[in-house]
């Protein structure tokens, strides 16, 4: 199974680009990369996901680079309300069998 | 949100009890999963169904008992439980299973039941 390996937390100030960076050495083919945000108290809510290269929507980038044994999420202009914690998730579907192997997380606080 | 909600949302139960956590999606969604999220550790896959049948039992104790009633329910039965089984317990859906024709990975969470055993 592929094992992530995340920063345990970062700071950054509001209008900054923040970009975490999720280790994942032994990924998979099958494998995609999904990152998730959670608040205190709330489930974790999706953010994007992406296989190789980069992906964007409204919200953030993913970057992932050809050997894909590593990503990173970018966070364009954070504002307080960005302070969470972010998972890096590795999807695995083999031969029927489903494992979500979720990171530690970062935990990322915006300062004013 | 309240495309997935959870109840109790809050639950302290001694060793002895039997108590179930209820999951229950507004989404349409044909899967759904159980998480556990202990203090200081990463989210940890228990139970996936589809289409209300068990795809998955992540090497998950028999003190947990799942059940899936329907696409849009599901249980989580407890009984007999140990301290160290205190967490949170994340009910999730996704419209379908991931695989490489549907390419989707994104899961909807609830907010979760805090789970304390005494």
């Known amino acids: 199974l592929a094992k992530t390996t995340q920063p345990i937390s970062m700071d950054s100030y509001e209008g900054q680009e923040v970009n975490i960076t999720c280790s994942h050495n032994?990924?998979?083919?099958?494998?995609?990369i999904t990152w998730y945000q959670q608040f205190p108290s709330q489930g974790p809510r999706f953010i994007i996901q992406?296989?190789?290269t980069k992906v964007t929507n409204e919200v953030a980038s993913l970057f992932i680079p050809a050997d894909r044994k590593s990503s990173t999420l970018s966070l364009p202009r954070v504002s307080l309300s960005d302070t969470a914690v972010y998972y890096c998730?590795?999807?695995?579907?083999?031969?029927?069998?489903?494992?979500?192997?979720f990171g530690t997380g970062t935990r990322l606080k915006v300062l004013a | 949100e309240t495309g997935v909600t959870q109840t109790p949302r809050h639950l302290v139960m001694g060793m002895t009890n039997k108590k179930s956590l209820k999951c229950e999606q507004h989404?349409?969604?044909?899967?759904m999963y159980w998480y556990k999220q202990s203090a200081k550790k990463p989210l940890e896959l228990m139970f996936v169904?589809?289409?209300?049948?068990?795809?998955e039992n992540n090497s998950v104790p028999s003190r947990f008992s799942p059940e899936c009633p329907n696409s849009s329910h599901l249980f989580l039965h407890l009984h007999t439980l140990q301290p160290e089984d205190s967490a949170l317990y994340l009910c999730?859906?996704?419209?379908?299973?991931?695989?490489?024709?549907?390419?989707?990975?994104?899961?909807?969470f609830g907010p979760g039941t805090r789970l304390t055993v005494t």
């Open positions: 999730a859906s996704s419209q379908e299973l991931p695989d490489w024709e549907t390419l989707n990975y994104e899961q909807y």
């Open positions: 032994n990924i998979a083919t099958n494998d995609y």
């Open positions: 992406g296989y190789k």
């Open positions: 998730l590795v999807g695995e579907v083999t031969s029927g069998t489903y494992k979500y192997i």
């Open positions: 989404l349409g969604h044909n899967a």
């Open positions: 169904y589809s289409l209300e049948e068990r795809v």
